[in-house]
């Protein structure tokens, strides 16, 4: 048994070749679909082809998503195409991204007694009087603010190579510049430059965990830096292996917040930006937060569409009761 949809080029382009209708397995996911279209138009790379909702022309992001349990796809009994282009892999994609940062800060650590002294009297003016020589090493409280981002940024690179699983292949390889340019500028070029600065509110001269709120922030970056690992990990056994199926996420975090790994991220970075006293980190979290608040309100919409009255309601995907 199997089943006989419609196919129809998204675009006036669109793929060369591409056959009125394809024959799938009941069984079929939308990555079957890919590979089948691929093998028609002589698609080398299957990831190039963008398969989308007939309705509202939706792309159907999850590859492992069976056709049959998508409605619209079902009810017209067609599926709409594109040639998505030249595509990279997401994994390959949140590599680099956090690469920046652990070049970066590294690089600007070994350079700060040759830079600062440099442009120091070039900037005299409109930077703060320095709370140490610009010659001199880092602070205790400068080492710690290294330390954490260094340890976060390892953590995501461990996670994306052997933790987090993706529910499609590739992106068009264009986004890694523009995915990679938020961490690279933000959270690697602005805050290092800052940070080890020797007049950076990271140089003050006071030992660390001198003060509370470096007691604090080093207590939150603990606690969300274990906190959000342990929702990578649940999330990456959700589903067994071989099982498609779209699961409800419970446990740590999830009767609170729809993306309860975006509210710890949110709390870590809190705890950096404590110790820090940072305005670049300040920018990178703001921005960020942002971004993760849009991507946990598309979450939480697939939810409540998926599952009905199965699932409960989330008014706040972050942050419980701002965001």
Known sequence: MGFTLKVTNRSQKGLRGLPPTIELPDSATVEHAKKEIARATGTADFNRIGIFDPVSRKTLKDRL??????????????????????????????????????????????????????????????????????????????????????????????????????????????????????????????????????????????PFLSSPLDVLGLALFVLGELANANVHWYLSTLRRPGETARKIPRGLGFGLVTCPNYMFEVVAWLGVILVARSPSLVLFIVIGSYYMYVWGWGKEMAYRKQFGDKYKKKRSVMLPGLL
């Open 65 to 206: 998503a069976v056709l049959r349990e998508q409605e619209p796809v079902m009810k017209h009994g067609a599926i709409i195409v594109k040639d998505l282009g030249p595509q990279v892999s997401w994994r390959l994609v949140y590599i680099c991204e956090y690469l920046g940062p652990l070049i970066f800060h590294p690089f600007f650590v070994a350079v700060r007694n040759h830079l600062y002294p440099a442009v120091y009297t070039y900037i005299k003016s409109i930077v703060p009087t320095p709370t140490t020589t610009t010659s001199e090493p880092l602070t205790s409280v400068q080492q710690a603010v290294f330390a954490m981002v260094m340890l976060h940024f390892v953590k995501r690179e461990l996670e994306v190579l052997f933790v987090h699983k993706f529910s499609a292949n590739t992106m068009p390889a264009p986004f890694i510049v523009r995915n990679s340019f938020f961490y690279w500028v933000c959270a690697g070029l602005l805050a290092a430059i800052e940070i080890y600065a020797p007049f950076s509110p990271s140089a003050r001269p006071s």
